[in-house]
């Protein structure tokens, strides 16, 4: 893919996120791609299914994205997501989104996020307490992945 391609293919994933349209972002995956954040790690449909399982529940969310970098068949952006986690507690989320691109399609897609500002924020006093052990991290990826019907990435 070329520079190009690979911005409009970004711009389309993340308009899509933007959009809460978790059928598009679902279908520029490839059947074998990966996907790995600090919560999930997924490969081929489970992808789609995460994406349009975590769109169905958000409220009051928004997303605003920059393309840091798109290169051929590779790209960085940066997104600040904004939502209400459990209906009730705001988030902001900073991740770094990395992807790789093949034939229009998405490969390889790595998500990094401070896992324990984002569990301080999602669960108040407990997520600030304990969002730094390893052992919450697991606990928290086990539950995410059981409510979207996913498989544990721990």
Do not use: C
């Not at 489970?46 to 605003?64: N, P, Q, T, Y």
């Amino acid at each position: 893919m070329t520079p190009d391609e690979t911005r409009e293919g970004l711009a389309r994933l993340y308009g899509a996120l933007a959009r809460r349209d978790g059928d598009t972002m679902a279908a520029l995956y490839a059947p074998s791609a990966r996907f790995e954040d600090p919560v999930f790690r997924l490969e081929g449909d489970d992808i789609g299914r995460m994406w349009k399982g975590l769109l169905h529940r958000a409220r009051d969310f928004e997303v605003s994205y920059t393309i840091v970098d798109a290169g051929a068949g590779t790209g960085i952006v940066q997104v600040s997501a904004r939502y209400l986690f459990g209906g009730r507690r705001p988030v902001l989320n900073l991740i770094r989104s990395t992807t790789q691109w093949k034939d229009g399609r998405i490969v390889e897609h790595r998500d990094e996020f401070d896992f324990a500002r984002w569990a301080s924020q999602a669960m108040g006093l407990t997520g600030k307490l304990l969002g730094r052990f390893e052992w919450f991290h697991r606990a928290v990826a086990r539950k995410a992945a059981k409510g979207l019907g996913l498989p544990p990435k721990f």
